[in-house]
């Protein structure tokens, strides 16, 4: 059973709609994580929450982008308003064993049209 | 800033050859340095780490020395095969608890049978 589960796997949206990416963590952790791919480019960090608060934040986590954990156990994030730009893999990311790397999860792949 | 740079993509080579992909890092204090594997369609996998100076980080035949003196932490392979096709990421994340990792842009390997 993987660790870190994230839903959908795949979303194709319309430009200018809202989506909501869900992770499924193992319960327990109090530090998350969000990165996204662009296709073929690097890993970028958005937003790290602790602790049910946001700890920081990237200059790509604009105000179009929101993070809850709505009921103690997913952890979601919001892109209000879809822009093609957006399109890219989103990784959730929690803490590993022994507080050194993080534990990944498989992704969803975000496509707007 | 903290930062990683690798060596650029794509990298083919034969199956049995000897791979080394190159990574240096810039952080202030003394970071954790990882390698991360992408496999085609999936998700991001912890490949192996190391947590301070002079530690050997190993994991399916692939190897990483964490060298301060030089500030790298190269990935190598005696004899890779096709199933090690896939993207390679170096990373770091400093000592402090609420930092976040730094990943670099990715290698592509492509192993030819």
């Known amino acids: 059973e993987p660790e870190v589960t994230q839903t959908p796997s795949h979303q194709v949206t319309q430009m200018g709609q809202e989506v909501i990416l869900r992770c499924v963590p193992i319960?327990?952790?109090?530090?998350f994580y969000w990165y996204r791919q662009i296709l073929g480019q690097k890993v970028e960090f958005l937003v790290s929450?602790?602790?049910?608060?946001?700890?920081?934040k990237s200059e790509i986590f604009d105000d179009q982008f929101s993070v809850e954990r709505p009921d103690g156990s997913n952890f979601t994030l919001k892109i209000r308003s879809t822009k093609l730009e957006d399109s890219a893999m989103y990784f959730c990311?929690?803490?590993?064993?022994?507080?050194?790397?993080?534990?990944f999860g498989s992704g969803t792949r975000l496509t707007v049209v | 800033g903290n930062s990683v740079t690798q060596m650029e993509g794509p990298v083919t080579l034969s199956e049995e050859a000897f791979l080394t992909i190159n990574c240096t890092y810039t952080?202030?204090?003394?970071?954790?340095l990882f390698w991360y594997v992408q496999y085609p369609g999936e998700g991001l996998q912890l490949l192996l780490k190391?947590?301070?100076?002079?530690d050997k980080g190993s994991n399916k035949g692939f190897e990483a020395t964490y060298r301060k003196e030089t500030t790298s932490f190269h990935l190598e392979k005696g004899s890779v095969q096709v199933s090690d096709s896939a993207v390679y990421f170096c990373?770091?994340?400093?000592?402090?608890?609420?930092?976040?990792?730094?990943f670099g842009k990715g290698t592509r390997l492509h192993i030819l049978p």
């Open positions: 319960s327990n952790h109090l530090y």
């Open positions: 990311a929690r803490i590993g064993q022994g507080n050194y790397g993080y534990t």
């Open positions: 990373a770091l994340r400093t000592t402090n608890r609420d930092d976040k990792i730094i």
């Open positions: 190391a947590t301070k100076a002079d």
């Open positions: 952080a202030t204090g003394y970071p954790s």
């Open positions: 929450f602790y602790n049910n608060e946001i700890s920081e």
